[in-house]
């Protein structure tokens, strides 16, 4: 059972000595109480307390990083079953596997995608996460030769497969201070797989295709001193996956077998329904997701899914409040002004670009809330659009004090008159009748 704040603060050292990163150990229990911190940040705790505290706070899925530098990211330390119920924190990576049989170009050609290739969708960028290489030639040379070519090219995150711990530990000599996921422990190579990732601190795959085998994998791994661990559950179908991602995510967090409080692991080449493969992954609990090299098309539905799947719902996606220019707009421009709710920016914009009449957009900080919901809740107010014409230095753009509001923010007009000094002009509340309304109102 998760312990609470004080009975927490109750085993901590009360030593306030600020080395946790803490200001005090209250501050830490709370943050570890919330699953937000590990034990291990305290050097004053001993073993027992260390077993004790570690077990009910850390996260019920263990955090694991893949990677170092800008292009690392991190899986895991999720703490729901449904999204609804609070958020996902930690989309999967998304990971283009190659061979050790493809020519080094063709190698070299797919690192050069997933180095450079990204597409903007409401205001974020969207990239794929790494390359995989499989030593699927059977040679360790081949293998080393193949990580290589990749490592030329990028600094990307890694996934190293191969079953044979001298192969990995060839590769290793090249790329283990990048941190790979190294795959795959099995009963059979486990010893060596945990001195492999102990020597270079790697996460690293575990694979059974039962639950029990992974259980014992994990507390096998344990017991050498690796915990870094992401689970393959060498799923033959998806209904398999689905059936087994599912059981681990609802077991994990349950705590119930804190042996499967890892990310998982999903090659949906093994799949032969590799689309469907990704799209059960994203939404289904698999935390890093290996594929051959997406289509641009693929590629943006795959994206797309994670990106939703991975909003938090509690937070609205927010543009950056600011005044932005809808292309070259003059000192006679109007200004249309309205909130910072990703998904009323990118219609208006998208409204008014094909009116192509140059404008200004000034985008005020509701928080990320729609109009009439800011509105309705007090943050869209006279103060917040006096004070953003101030901010982002409007009169100095245009000739006039004409600001266009959104038609659902007419009950404010008089009072943002007073308040700025600017005459009001409500717009239509449809942003499609945005263009009619310029042509007619704002141009006659
Ligand atoms: S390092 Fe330990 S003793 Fe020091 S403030 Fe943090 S929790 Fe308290």
Do not use: F
């Given at each position: 059972m998760a312990l609470k704040a004080l009975d927490i603060y109750k085993i901590?050292?009360?030593?306030?000595?600020?080395?946790?990163?803490?200001?005090?150990c209250l501050t830490f229990a709370m943050k570890l109480a919330g699953g937000k911190?590990?034990?291990?940040?305290?050097?004053?705790?001993?073993d027992n307390a260390k077993s004790v505290l570690g077990a009910t706070t850390r996260p019920p899925i263990r955090r694991v990083k893949i990677g170092v530098g800008e292009r690392s990211f991190a899986v895991g330390e999720e703490f729901v079953l449904?999204?609804?119920?609070k958020t996902f924190y930690h989309p999967p990576g998304i990971i283009f596997k190659v061979s050790d049989r493809q020519t080094p170009e063709e190698i070299t050609q797919v690192t050069v995608r997933v180095r450079d290739e990204s597409f903007t969708r409401v205001g974020t960028m969207l990239r794929y996460n790494g390359i995989a290489i499989e030593n699927?030639?059977?040679?360790k040379e081949s293998f080393a030769r193949a990580v290589a070519t990749v490592e030329e090219s990028a600094d990307l995150p890694l996934v190293l497969i191969s079953t044979d711990p001298e192969a990995l530990a060839l590769a290793l000599v090249q790329v283990g201070t990048y941190k790979p996921l190294i795959h795959a422990a099995t009963p059979d190579n486990y010893k060596a797989m945990c001195a492999l990732a102990k020597k270079h601190g790697c996460p690293m795959v575990i694979r059974s295709d039962t639950l029990d085998g992974l259980v014992s994998l994990a507390k096998a791994c344990a017991a050498e001193g690796v915990q870094n661990l992401v689970i393959d559950v060498?799923?033959?179908t998806l209904g398999a996956f689905l059936l087994q991602s599912t059981a681990i995510r609802q077991l994990a967090i349950t705590r119930?077998?804190?042996?499967?409080g890892y990310p998982v692991y999903l090659?949906?080449?093994?799949?032969?329904m590799q689309d469907a493969a990704m799209a059960l992954g994203i939404v289904k609990y698999a935390s890093v997701i290996l594929t051959d090299p997406l289509s641009p098309e693929q590629a943006k539905a795959a994206l797309t899914l994670r990106q939703n799947i991975y909003?938090?719902?509690?937070k609205p996606i927010q543009m950056n409040p600011g005044l932005y220019r809808?292309?070259?707009?003059?000192?006679?421009a109007p200004v249309l002004m309205t909130v910072n709710f990703s998904l009323t920016f990118f219609t208006l914009e998208g409204y008014l670009e094909s009116t192509r009449i140059p404008c200004f957009m000034l985008i005020v900080d509701?928080?990320?809330?729609s109009v009439l919901t800011a509105v309705a809740a007090g943050k869209l107010n006279e103060f917040l659009v006096r004070d953003s014409l101030k901010k982002f230095g409007v009169e100095n753009e245009v000739s006039h004090k004409n600001l266009i509001i959104p038609g659902y923010a007419a009950p404010l007009s008089g009072r943002i008159e007073e308040a700025t000094g600017w005459k009001v002009l409500v717009g239509p509340r449809?942003?499609?009748?945005i263009g009619e309304y310029l042509y007619t109102e704002w141009k006659k």
């Open positions: 901590l050292p009360k030593k306030n000595c600020k080395e946790c990163g803490d200001p005090t911190a590990d034990v291990d940040l305290c050097p004053y705790l001993d449904y999204r609804h119920e699927a030639s059977g040679s060498c799923a033959a119930n077998v804190p042996e499967l090659d949906t080449t093994r799949t032969g909003t938090d719902p509690q809808i292309g070259t707009p003059q000192k006679d509701t928080e990320g809330l449809d942003a499609a009748e």
